[in-house]
């Protein structure tokens, strides 16, 4: 079984940026955590960042034929991008949606999840911890 994980923009500025929001670990950290749990679980793990819209379509028409499943941070893109959301659904992988904050208690401009409407399921508001619980849903999703 092998997994993508995808973050978008300013996620590799975690620990930097807003920690009263997105907590002091950092971004090295946080991949840390996701090559750890796969490991654990015996996933195969690639993780990809990225800042620009296009290359997340890239990694994620990449990874059709390869991937088996896809836990997503589109970050900001989450509430713009419906080219994201195309394109999982053209792959039509598995995908779990992770964000680090709670964006359901936040502005009205993140009310909005575009890629979320093509993801089995959605963790929020967990910090980094969302990402370990989506990667076990998903290799047990995946198992059924
Ligand atoms: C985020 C929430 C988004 O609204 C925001 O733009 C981000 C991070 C989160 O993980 O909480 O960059 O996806």
Request: contains cysteine.
């Amino acid at each position: 079984m092998k997994f993508l994980i995808i973050n978008g923009p300013n996620l590799n500025l975690l620990g930097l940026r807003e920690p009263d929001i997105y907590g002091k670990q950092d971004y090295a950290a946080l991949c840390d955590l996701c090559r750890q749990t796969c490991e654990e679980n015996g996933i195969e793990a690639e993780l990809f960042q990225s800042n620009h819209e296009g290359a997340i379509v890239d990694a994620i028409q990449q990874a059709y034929g390869r991937i088996d499943g896809i836990v997503i941070n589109p970050a900001a893109y989450t509430h713009t991008s419906i080219a994201i959301l195309d394109a999982l659904k053209a792959v039509a992988i598995p995908a779990v949606e992770v964000h680090i904050s709670d964006v359901s208690k936040r502005e009205d401009f993140r009310q909005i999840s575009y890629a979320g409407k093509a993801c089995q399921k959605t963790y929020m508001g967990l910090g980094l911890e969302g990402y370990r619980q989506a990667i076990l849903w998903l290799k047990d999703y995946l198992g059924k």
